[in-house]
């Protein structure tokens, strides 16, 4: 049996887009036959270990910072003792995600440790990220930038592969060094993000987004947008910007609801009941948000960044407008708001798409095959 250890920053019981990905990713492995350890951050005070969808988890002592956005290791007795537990195991793979987390940094150092023991293992990176990152604050910004000029660009070429979600992610690693790239797509379970045959629908014409609340995520471009229109904008997600979000919704007299983070069934119940959904990001690699709603057949406004023109690569598939035109995406809300009709056509193109492109069952094969 091929064993692997998975590397994620967070990952269940927490909510999004890429621990949605890292467990999705663990538990389909693990269903192919192939021994899954996850080691991860314990920022929830939750078991430091458990298994979990045939998944053996265990957790690292951490410290969270920038409202529990990055994780940094406790290097104490603690960690010592369960690091050094897992470095004991024969592991075929070790697979890590986004280069900018902590963890993949460890994964890079780990692999290293256990390719001296057992040369055939392999260094499997998963890049989630096709841009440096942006932040409000331009320090973070260069910081970021920094870190990308040497650790990311050392675990990019550490990596005996790095997976890249979307076409734009494998051009960023190539360009950072990365010396073998592949491109297997971000991908979501189609038979569970299905429309339902009798849809529950607002009163309200409702727009809503669903990812982390954060600068780079551009919701507060969505929020100006909506000043005026009589709309309803419901928030999914959760992250440091909220309360400001919320503050400049209330300023600018948008009609806004932020659900916080919710699991996967409300997710799904907050998607069927919307009118449109939009993605006004400023960075994506491929939008795990976009495929869930666009699942569900809702129409899709997107920002033109990463990998999201793979996904919406018509205008009969969804829109997309230029990241931070905020005119333009209030102009395409507009359109799609009074055009019932465009948006019917819309979500059929998109789930259409997206069964056949963007579903596990075609995508986790690729995978299992770089073990």
Not at 72 to 80: A, D, Q, T, V
Not at 257 to 262: D, E, H, I, K, M
Request: hydrophobic share 40%.
């Amino acid at each position: 049996m091929k064993r692997a250890l998975v590397l994620a920053a967070h990952f269940h019981p927490f909510k999004g887009g890429l621990e949605n990905f890292a467990l999705d990713l663990s538990a389909r492995l693990a269903q192919r036959g192939i021994k899954i350890d996850v080691l991860t951050f314990n920022l929830t005070n939750s078991k430091q270990e458990e298994v979990y969808k045939l998944i053996s988890i265990y957790r690292l002592p951490c410290l969270g910072i920038l409202g529990g956005t990055y994780t940094l290791p406790r290097i104490n007795k603690e960690y010592k003792k369960l690091v050094g537990r897992i470095l004991t195991n024969d592991y075929d793979a070790v697979i890590t995600n986004t280069r900018f987390f902590t963890t993949s940094y460890l994964g890079m150092v780990y692999a290293g440790k256990l390719k001296k023991k057992k040369n055939s293992t392999k260094f499997i990176h998963v890049e989630h990220g096709n841009r440096h990152v942006i932040h409000k604050n331009p320090l973070v910004t260069v910081l970021a930038w920094l870190y990308d000029q040497t650790i990311g660009r050392k675990i990019f070429r550490k990596a005996d592969v790095v997976v890249g979600v979307s076409k734009p992610c494998a051009a960023f690693a190539e360009k950072l060094g990365a010396k073998k790239t592949v491109v297997i797509h971000n991908s979501i379970d189609t038979a569970f993000f299905r429309p339902a045959k009798k849809r529950k629908k607002n009163k309200e014409f409702t727009i809503i987004y669903v990812g982390r609340l954060i600068y780079a995520k551009g919701v507060q471009d969505l929020v100006e947008a909506c000043r005026g229109l009589e709309i309803r904008l419901v928030v999914v997600g959760d992250g440091p910007y909220r309360e400001q979000l919320a503050e400049m919704a209330k300023k600018k007299k948008v009609k806004a609801l932020f659900r916080g983070s919710l699991g996967r069934e409300e997710i799904r119940e907050e998607l069927s009941k919307s009118d449109l959904f939009v993605n006004p990001s400023y960075s994506e690699g491929l939008p795990t948000s976009v495929l869930e709603a666009g699942a569900l057949g809702l129409p899709v406004i997107a920002s033109n960044v990463g990998g999201t023109r793979e996904i919406i690569s018509t205008e009969k598939t969804g829109l997309l407008f230029e990241a931070g035109n905020k005119e333009e995406l209030r102009k395409k809300i507009i359109f799609l708001k009074n055009n019932a009709e465009k948006r019917e056509e819309l979500g059929r193109s998109i789930r259409k798409r997206i069964v056949r492109e963007f579903d596990w069952e075609t995508n986790i094969k690729k995978f299992g095959d770089l073990i």
